[in-house]
């Protein structure tokens, strides 16, 4: 009884430090860094607005292509 207790938890840890590497991971590499994403999806509601901030976003992209970037 004690030997499955003890199997249990030592794979529960093992599982623990896996998910928090690669919860380390993610950080280190900015997978969860969206922040303009985020905070900005309230400003486009309509169409135009969705439009026009694709329209943005694609000159943001040529410009960063052509070394020059906008502030913000």
């Known amino acids: 009884m004690n030997a499955i207790i003890a199997l249990m938890l030592g794979v529960s840890i093992l599982l ?32 135009d607005s969705l439009n026009d901030a694709y329209k943005m976003e694609q000159r943001r992209k040529q410009a960063s292509k052509k070394g020059y970037m906008p502030p913000d």
């Open 16 to 47: 623990a430090f896996i998910a928090l590497g690669a919860l380390i991971w993610g950080i280190k590499t900015r997978q969860f860094e969206d922040y303009e994403k985020f905070l900005a999806g309230t400003k486009y509601d309509s169409e």
